[in-house]
Structures are given as C-alpha cells and as structure tokens.
C-alpha cells in the first residue's frame, strides 16, 4: 500500500468469512447454564480458551432471559460472548447494551461440536473419506472416526474428528483431531499452512506453529502439541 493512501485513509473496509461456536440456550436457569458450561470447557480445555462464542436464543425466545449473566457465565470460563441469533425483538433490543452483535443467522447452518457421547467406547467406526477440496467456509465433521481428505483445505475451513485426521494436501484453515478427549488422535498432512491445529482440546496457533518443510503429523505429548516431520 503506497504512502499516499496510508496517509489520507484510516481504513478499508473488507469481507472475510470467520467460523464461530455457537452456543445454543436451551434452559434459562444460570447454575446448570454455568455448570454445562464448566463441564464443556473441561472436554477441550483449551479449545475454548478466548473463544468467541454467539448465543442462539431461537429455543428460549419466548422466555424472559437475563443476557447479562448469561455473558458472565461464559466470560468467567474463558469465553468471549460476541453476538446473538434467534432472539426476540427485545432481546434483540438489549443485546447491543451488552455489547452483543445481532445476527440473522440461522440455527440449522450451525454444525455440533462437542455432543455427550453415548457411551464410554472409545473404538473408532470406518473412516470418513472426502475426496473434494474442503473450501474456505466448510466445515466437516468425522464424529466416531477418523477423517481423510485426499485434497488441500482452504484458509477458513475446518475439520473437526472425534479420531485421526489425514490431509493429503495443503492443511489450511483449521483442524481439531481427538474432539471426545482422545489425546492419541493425530493430525497428518502434506503440508502445515494451518491457522489452529489442536489434539483433544490442546492447541497451538499459527503464530507458534513452527514451520515444517513437507509432509508431518502432529500429536501429543505431555499435554503439549509435538510437530515432527515424516
């Protein structure tokens, strides 16, 4: 950008995609709100660490809901409330005094996360195969398997696996293995470009991603994230 322009303008204005965890209120009351909450966080610890998370009033909009404690709640566990959806008008009307966004997204583009798992097993079910470029904005979603993508991943992209993921391209974007607490799960990939890698809950950035040349995998140790090449 020449100096000119940095000189007479204070910004640009800009479209970019973000992927966000949505946080879907089902009961009102603040003590199990808070205690799912802590119950979530303690699944993937780190996973949920500075988090912006939106709210998803569409269940409980015809209930009187005190956003207030609700944004609390999430702050205390380490989570940044930034916005709304699904609500009524004056909830819609009071989220801004806490600093809340409004959004018109709705609630079936929303993609699960973290579920209960049904049972204790940690055995893995048939890996789930995708053959496709995973484009900026995708989310995919292995849950009881492992996850092969035979192509690249897009920057804003994310791969979520309750087992191993294996990138047989570029890995971009994001990709989280061991989502039920499985700290063997590893991440495999042709090429670490990602924005967040993260192992049962533990993550790293990519600004403290070393850089690899070629093909690694990515696991833990310790409850620290080890990049080794292959």
Request: glycine fraction near 6%.
């Amino acid at each position: 950008m020449s100096d000119n322009i940095t000189k007479t303008q204070a910004f640009k204005l800009k479209g970019r995609l973000y992927t966000f965890t949505v946080l879907q209120v089902l009961n009102i009351d603040k003590h199990l709100f808070s205690q799912q909450i802590a119950e979530t966080v303690v699944k993937a610890p780190k996973l949920f660490e500075r988090t912006p998370v939106v709210f998803d009033l569409s269940f409980v909009n015809h209930l009187e809901i005190d956003l207030q404690d609700l944004c609390q709640i999430a702050r205390d566990h380490g989570m940044i409330p930034v916005a709304i959806q699904g609500g009524n008008a004056l909830q819609n009307t009071v989220a801004p005094c806490q600093g809340l966004a409004v959004l018109n997204a709705s609630a079936s583009q929303d993609k699960p996360i973290i579920e209960r798992p049904e049972s204790t097993s940690m055995e893995l079910a048939k890996a789930k195969l995708i053959t496709a470029h995973i484009r900026s904005g995708q989310q995919v979603v292995a849950k009881g398997a492992d996850l092969i993508i035979t192509a690249s991943v897009s920057h804003g992209a994310e791969l979520l696996s309750d087992g191993n993921i294996h990138v047989y391209g570029a890995l971009r974007g994001r990709a989280l293995a061991g989502m039920n607490g499985d700290k063997e799960a590893r991440i495999f990939c042709q090429s670490l470009e990602a924005e967040l890698i993260s192992i049962a809950g533990f993550y790293r950035l990519s600004d403290t991603i070393e850089l690899v040349n070629g093909p690694c995998q990515i696991y833990l140790v310790d409850e620290h994230i080890v990049i080794e090449p292959l």
